[in-house]
């Protein structure tokens, strides 16, 4: 039996140090759990009453971490795997489990056999049950609920099904399935045999559905669907009968035509994904609509035109077609690397968002977090295209002053075009003619020696202009405009530590209305927050949420900071730090957004940021790394 006293957040950290056969760095240890260093140092304290009995411990060494320092690593796994043989869940891994635990299950399943099962408290599984009822409701089912009897999953076997599809990863769900191998196999035969042109995304999710199809069938679930809307004789039904007669085959049974349907549907919106059949009843000009009124958007909200990208427009074209065909199939495609592109590319995921709006508007459908994404990719690439041409823009026009020589002033002039290669013009000016520098009008001039000319940004240089003074100035830049950047966008009366939420809901509401004593945001800033919410989740990774509305309101630009006491979570993903944007028109606005990108990206950074008790304590942290983002 295990020690009472070994919480379940302190198993979860014991299997840490058993997976573990080295010195883990205590940093590691607070951004893996999302806790503080004074929490991970308590729970090694209990783990270590309860390791005495095994004659070991866990021993820490200056500079390497913690390590699990013991000769009976084998013992303490028996001992601690003999309690369950399922592992300890993160939120989102419970919701998976108790989803497929359900779905699979006829009979009503008690709160109580459930709480056993995953080893949770019984207000835990209470919260998973709450989340799994909403989640569920969008393929049209229901979970039922009868006194003394418990709960259980109602619905259509089309709308079950989808669910598996878009709920539970394949491992999971799949596990212990026999007979499946033959399917990868039999289908990618049958493609090149037709000369079938597909993405592999797309070929693996058409696989995952057949394999849920033969499960279900398998586990006395067949599907109920009309049959008449099959076009027969062509490809896709000529495809479809082939898979149902190869699984029948296989497991020597027969299937009714209605699971020949079910293949149908789900080959005829993906298989011509490349092709120029693909969505034929969506018209090009429709598509292009939808593209246009997005750039409009995103141009009247953050300045940014991309017009003129026709590989932005090609690619969105290419795309939205056949993913407008799935999605109003109600079929969408699991994304591997969601949360990479999430916290890769925050700002184009977000603008990703206002064109998943315009779609979802006008198709009456709805995209997910995986459609969100595979858009983002197109949008993220113009992003860097465009922004390749404006970074350049802050030094178009640079005066150097050379008092060395004439020929020292050309190598000058020469090396200072080799570091701003998309710099419009480059001039040579003599110290004693600065009437001719200002007519000039240079965003910063490079000086050998300190002068002061209305004004204008001076970087007084060597006259070689040496690989350091080439960083040290690049890194200035960066410090320079970090500082400008937090000067501007936060403040004391907008930064909170310790926030005290236990859910997603509640820290909205904190945040927002912290945001409106300011008096810069309309009265219901809380309530289009939590409409850019419902479109796609707002945690992008690394323990951050960047919550913003649908839509500019505010008077100016302005970003709240919360930090939690505890991470909760959101959408699947552990929070600790909340960004809350209040947004007006603003060409500037595009700094910021990459500058909290960059933050997204700096886990050590996170790190710190999660421990910081003061907003001046925030800034300087992040000062202190400007030179990295």
């Given at each position: ?381 113009a992003l860097e295209r465009d922004f390749k041409k404006f970074d350049d823009k802050n030094f178009n026009r640079i005066a150097i002053i050379c008092t060395t020589g004439q020929g020292t002033a050309q190598l000058l002039k020469f090396k200072i075009e080799q570091t701003f290669p998309k710099a419009h013009m480059i001039k040579n000016f003599s110290l004693y003619h600065q009437e001719d520098v200002i007519a000039f009008n240079p965003d910063i001039i490079f000086s050998t020696v300190p002068v002061d000319i209305n004004n204008i940004p001076i970087e007084v240089i060597s006259p070689f202009f040496t690989e350091e003074e080439k960083r040290k100035l690049l890194e200035e830049k960066s410090k320079v405009k970090t500082e400008y950047i937090l000067d501007k966008y936060f403040s004391k009366d907008l930064f909170q530590s310790n926030l005290d939420c236990n859910d997603q809901k509640e820290a909205i509401t904190k945040m927002c209305d912290l945001i409106g004593k300011t008096g810069i945001t309309p009265p219901n800033f809380e309530e289009l927050c939590l409409i850019r919410e419902s479109l796609a989740s707002t945690a992008f990774g690394n323990q951050i949420a960047l919550v913003h509305p649908i839509e500019l309101c505010s008077e100016v630009t302005k970003i ?70």
């Amino acid at each position: 039996m295990i020690n009472m006293n070994l919480i379940e957040k302190d198993m979860k950290l014991l299997e840490e140090f058993l997976r573990e056969e080295q010195y883990i760095p205590i940093k590691n240890l607070m951004f893996a759990f999302g806790v503080s260093e004074k929490t991970i140092r308590n729970s090694i304290g209990s783990i270590n009453v309860f390791l005495e009995k095994f004659n070991s411990k866990i021993v820490a060494k200056r500079g390497e971490g913690y390590y699990l320092r013991t000769s009976n690593r084998e013992e303490i796994l028996k001992s601690i795997t003999r309690v369950s043989d399922t592992p300890f869940f993160s939120s989102s891994d419970l919701l998976e489990n108790v989803f497929k635990r359900l779905i699979e299950e006829v009979k009503y399943v008690k709160l109580e056999e459930l709480c056993d099962e995953y080893y949770v408290s019984r207000s835990k599984m209470s919260s998973i049950i709450s989340k799994l009822k909403k989640e569920i409701q969008t393929y049209g089912l229901v979970l039922k609920s009868k006194p003394h009897y418990g709960f259980k999953i109602s619905g259509t076997e089309l709308g079950k099904r989808l669910a598996i599809a878009n709920m539970l990863r394949p491992k999971i769900y799949l596990d212990g399935t026999p007979k499946l191998f033959f399917i990868e196999d039999f289908i990618v035969k049958e493609w090149k045999i037709r000369d079938i042109n597909c993405s592999d995304i797309v070929l693996q999710n058409i696989i995952y559905h057949i394999k849920i199809m033969i499960r279900r069938v398998l586990a006395g679930h067949p599907i109920d669907i009309p049959t008449e809307n099959m076009t027969e004789g062509s490809l896709e039904h000529e495809v479809s009968q082939s898979i149902i007669e190869k699984v029948e085959n296989v497991f020597t049974m027969k299937m009714s035509d209605a699971e020949i349907v079910y293949v149908y549907s789900h080959i005829s919106g993906q298989i011509f994904q490349n092709d120029s059949q693909a969505g034929m009843h969506i018209s090009d000009a429709r598509i292009n609509m939808i593209i246009d009124s997005f750039l409009e958007k995103i141009e009247s909200m953050y300045d940014i035109s991309l017009w003129k990208d026709q590989k932005l427009r090609s690619g969105l074209l290419i795309h939205l077609r056949p993913l407008i065909g799935r999605i109003m199939k109600d079929i969408h495609l699991r994304n591997p690397i969601l949360h990479d592109i999430k916290k890769q590319f925050a700002f184009a995921f977000n603008l990703a968002v206002l064109l998943a709006e315009k779609v979802n508007s006008i198709f009456k459908c709805q995209l997910n977090d995986d459609d969100i994404a595979y858009l983002t990719m197109h949008i993220g690439l113009a992003l860097e295209r465009d922004f390749k041409k404006f970074d350049d823009k802050n030094f178009n026009r640079i005066a150097i002053i050379c008092t060395t020589g004439q020929g020292t002033a050309q190598l000058l002039k020469f090396k200072i075009e080799q570091t701003f290669p998309k710099a419009h013009m480059i001039k040579n000016f003599s110290l004693y003619h600065q009437e001719d520098v200002i007519a000039f009008n240079p965003d910063i001039i490079f000086s050998t020696v300190p002068v002061d000319i209305n004004n204008i940004p001076i970087e007084v240089i060597s006259p070689f202009f040496t690989e350091e003074e080439k960083r040290k100035l690049l890194e200035e830049k960066s410090k320079v405009k970090t500082e400008y950047i937090l000067d501007k966008y936060f403040s004391k009366d907008l930064f909170q530590s310790n926030l005290d939420c236990n859910d997603q809901k509640e820290a909205i509401t904190k945040m927002c209305d912290l945001i409106g004593k300011t008096g810069i945001t309309p009265p219901n800033f809380e309530e289009l927050c939590l409409i850019r919410e419902s479109l796609a989740s707002t945690a992008f990774g690394n323990q951050i949420a960047l919550v913003h509305p649908i839509e500019l309101c505010s008077e100016v630009t302005k970003i709240g900071i919360g930090i939690l006491k505890k991470p909760i979570d959101w959408s699947g993903l552990p929070v600790k730090i909340i960004f809350t944007i209040a947004q007006a028109k603003s060409s500037e606005v595009r700094d910021l957004l990459l500058f909290i990108q960059e933050l997204v990206h700096n886990k050590e950074l996170m790190i710190q940021l999660c421990e910081v008790n003061s907003f001046d304590e925030w800034k300087e942290t992040i000062i202190s790394y400007s030179e990295n983002l």
